[in-house]
């Protein structure tokens, strides 16, 4: 079955390939779209938005009490003080991990994810396996990503099924005292900012 | 509708695999066609309700086979050929017919730079007070439409608790089938996990769904 | 388990196409299919509730692109392998490469056909009284196993009215775990359109299905 499941992807890959390239010509060809448009587009998601912009606003509650309470009250007007929102953007909602409570989040119905602060989502989080298994067994989930949690730790899952985007604040690693901002970014994973892991400890390796 | 989309609680998929360092794009097709999304939706030939919609209609062996983004090219051939965009006999060709309809404008660059940085919001004017509050018990509807909706299987039936008003949002169940935005307040509600999972489901955890009014009734 | 195959209620599928005169066999291979199933599950231990969890936990994708009989081969395949019947290298090569343990019954030869061509029954003597009546109101219990059940999620967490006792008979839950026939009282459960779809349902609707008394808890 191995050689044939790479088959498919292969061929799959050329008739994407063929499809997808058909689509732009007759939009372009119809005047739908300025040629450079497209390429800005991927551009953007590819390369300038990603989960940087969602280790800064963790850093940045990290370090700052005020701007850690305005997060929690309204996360889109905190968030677009950064520079960040846009499209999917809008409606954004901070989610507080503590010893006590762990957040996850999901789109059991598509992809839905804070693209502003965490950039577009990867193939897991998309896939079957968690779109099924996070609402219903967020514990094993975590298992298949390495994480324990205490066993008396609450688990939030919270499933996008609107226009709000969560993102998962976890919680500061020991040892940072005085760091600053940016040094603390370096620590925040994407993982971490959807509920399926923990930033790096100040001893990691990067 | 119940599609092949609403995974919620399905078994059999096997584990969650991540992919170390996986790039944004597994292939340039799939920044084109994530890329094309976007501009139709600027150009506002559809609603992404609708576009949701068309998607999780693929029957669904389709559904299950496809890749991300190659359900996304398939959506978008579906969504033109829907909407008079495109003939079936371009899609073949890869080209523009003659004779056919020029677009109004074309989405330029410098919109696309812009559109990742304005907020495009759903949230809309109340006509009318939010039925519930926060802490209010409610139930989700034991409800199964044909057409869009954005409360899963899952949760349907189940007493939860309204954790937070949303806001006034326009409606997706109205919105992908006639353009009518139709807007409802819009809630978080979080539900118990024994409650959605019986008596064996993990006793920590708890779900939350963001419903509209319409999905749910009082206790 | 909540997979694919629990497809009650779920849209997208298309429409019923009924073949004219469809043969019994499309292929001759599908023939020998299931004998090939009849002869290994009765001689070599599979029995039936493990049978039908095999094909369940077929991937989805594949379950859902396989014809029917596609299933049956890849199911007798995957639990023969996985019970080290034969070899994963022998199924590739075509051919017999190394000893295995024989069935449990043994050789499966003609004068085992006869027994197997009559279906065994599943009832078994009941050790206790059934717990519910005919016309009691009972709920069909939400349970989520991700192993075999026969009861349908469409079905889960819905009141109903039992129509009528159907004997004591080997539980499937339990049986395909290999965990004992642990008999249990099976009843007819009947409801109503709208318990099971909500408002919208066709209220000339009743949908029935038969329960174990493990599936059921008064109302």
Redesign the interface.
């Known amino acids: 079955m191995e050689h044939d499941r790479h088959d498919d992807h292969a061929s799959e890959l050329s008739d994407m390939q063929l499809r997808t390239r058909a689509l732009e010509t007759i939009l372009l060809e119809k005047g739908y779209i300025e040629p450079a448009a497209i390429d800005v587009l991927i551009e953007t998601y590819e390369k300038k938005i990603g989960p940087r912009n969602g280790a800064q606003v963790v850093a940045k509650a990290w370090v700052d009490s005020k701007f850690r309470q305005w997060l929690f009250e309204d996360g889109t007007a905190a968030i677009a003080t950064l520079g960040f929102g846009g499209r999917s953007g809008n409606h954004l909602v901070a989610l507080e991990n503590t010893p006590a409570v762990h957040n996850m989040t999901v789109c059991t119905l598509c992809s839905c994810y804070p693209w502003a602060v965490l950039g577009l989502p990867p193939l897991w989080y998309k896939s079957a396996p968690y779109r099924s298994r996070a609402v219903a067994d967020p514990r094993g989930v975590l298992k298949d990503f390495g994480v324990d949690l205490p066993k008396d730790t609450e688990i939030r899952v919270w499933d996008s099924t609107a226009e709000l985007r969560y993102l998962v604040v976890p919680m500061r690693p020991a040892g940072t005292e005085g760091w600053s901002e940016e040094k603390l970014a370096d620590l925040v994973t994407r993982d971490s900012m959807i509920g399926t892991g923990f930033p790096k400890n100040p001893g990691d390796a990067s | 509708m119940n599609g092949a989309a609403d995974m919620g609680g399905m078994h059999g998929f096997g584990p969650v695999v991540p992919e170390k360092n996986e790039p944004v794009f597994h292939a340039d097709w799939e920044g084109h066609s994530f890329a094309l999304n976007m501009v139709t939706g600027v150009a506002n030939l559809w609603n992404i309700d609708a576009f949701r919609f068309k998607r999780e209609s693929l029957p669904p062996p389709e559904y299950l086979n496809l890749s991300y983004y190659g359900l996304w090219t398939r959506t978008l051939e579906l969504m033109m050929l829907e909407y008079g965009v495109a003939t079936p006999e371009e899609l073949k060709t890869g080209h523009a017919i003659a004779p056919f309809k020029k677009a109004e404008r074309a989405i330029t660059a410098a919109e696309c730079d812009n559109m990742v940085r304005c907020a495009r919001p759903f949230s809309r004017e109340a006509t009318e007070p939010a039925k519930f509050k926060a802490g209010d018990k409610v139930r989700a509807k034991n409800m199964h439409p044909r057409h869009h909706t954005r409360l899963p299987r899952y949760a349907r039936g189940h007493v939860g608790e309204v954790v937070r008003i949303v806001g006034c949002h326009v409606f997706p169940d109205s919105h992908a089938s006639n353009r009518d935005e139709d807007p409802h307040w819009l809630y978080t509600v979080r539900f118990d996990g024994r409650d959605l999972w019986g008596p064996d489901g993990d006793p920590t955890s708890t779900v939350s769904v963001d419903a509209w009014e319409p999905y749910l009734e009082k206790l | ?4 195959h629990d497809m009650g ?6 429409k019923v196409e009924a073949e004219p005169n469809e043969p019994t066999f499309h292929e001759t291979w599908e023939g020998r299919v299931i004998a090939m199933v009849r002869a290994i599950g009765t001689n070599g231990g599979i029995n039936l509730d493990m049978q039908r969890f095999s094909r ?2 077929l ?3 594949v ?3 396989s014809s029917y009989y596609q299933k049956w081969f890849l199911a007798l395949e995957q639990s023969m392998i996985a019970r080290g019947m034969i070899g994963a290298d022998e199924v590739e090569a075509g051919h017999s490469l190394h000893e295995n343990p024989p069935l449990k019954r043994g050789t499966f030869t003609m004068k085992d056909v006869e027994r197997v061509t009559t279906r065994g029954s599943f009832r078994r003597e009941p050790r206790l009284a059934p717990a519910f009546a005919v016309g009691k109101r009972v709920r069909t ?6 192993t075999h059940t026969r009861l349908p ?1 469409y079905a ?3 009141s109903g009215t039992i129509e009528r006792i159907n004997g004591c008979h080997v539980f499937p839950d339990t049986n395909a775990r290999e965990q004992g026939e642990n008999p249990q009282w099976l009843y007819t459960v009947v409801f109503s359109g709208h318990d ?6 066709d209220p000339t609707l009743q949908v029935s299905i038969e329960a174990f008394e493990p599936y059921l808890e008064p109302v």
Do not use: H, S
């Open positions: 388990m909540n997979g694919v209620g779920i849209d997208g599928f298309g369940e936990i991937p989805p994708q379950y859902l692109t219990k939400n349970i989520n196993p991700v999620r889960r967490g819905r099971l779809w909500g408002d919208d349902a």
